[in-house]
């Protein structure tokens, strides 16, 4: 490939043009779907899984629901805090896009002026996925497989070099968990509050909701089951 001629040695380069030559081979109208999962489809998703977490908290409603969704809280948080740490890191780092000192990129994403280092949707991403692992691990791995694939779908669009993309995982990973203890120790207290507030608390248990491993008989077989039990005594 013409690209790996410039690039060198780098390999930060060598797989920006790698990954990036994926997008000259696709058919047109598979790019413009990257273009958008890339840059809008993904937070969407991740935002959709967040909420069908929160659905799934408050259905099942478990001992620790206030806690989970105190996780579910987090993740946004973390995830705005990390985009806050991140830049003043563009501004010290002042790493140009690839596209600016690299030819031959298939640059799918236009009007991107601002500094490459880190990736404000690797980053953003990264955090709500290892957020949402901190309330719920099933939908945590999911989250963060979004993120994954929000990374390679940044490196395909010519937007941001690999590395770009892994300071922004750990830039969100590395706040959500250093961060989580003190969170979890000022939101989960609030959750509870709010779990015992008689309209509120329907963000934490759905109205009905039964927690695990506790059955509700309708008054009729509650009786019927004592008087079972009193025939078999």
Known sequence: MAGLAESGSNPDVDLLYDINGLAKDAPHWFDRIMEFVGEWGLLLAMVLLVVWCWWSVRRR?????????????WAPLAAGIAL?????IR??????RP???????D???NGKTDFSFVSDHATLTMAMGVG???ANRKFGLAGIGLALLEGFCRVYMGVHYPTDVIGGFALGTAVVLLLSPLAMALLTPVMKAVEKAPRAGLLIRARGAVP?????LIPGAR???????????
């Open 99 to 105: 596209f600016v000192d690299h030819q031959g990129l």
């Open 91 to 96: 501004g010290f780092v002042e790493r140009p």
């Open 107 to 109: 640059v799918l994403v």
């Open 223 to 233: 009786a019927e089951h004592s008087e079972e039990r009193d025939l078999a005594a």
């Open 61 to 73: 409603a478990d001992a620790d629901a206030a806690s989970s969704v105190a996780g579910l809280v």
């Open 212 to 216: 695990a491993g506790q059955e509700t």
């Open 132 to 134: 949402l692992f901190v």
């Open 84 to 88: 806050l740490v991140n830049v003043p």
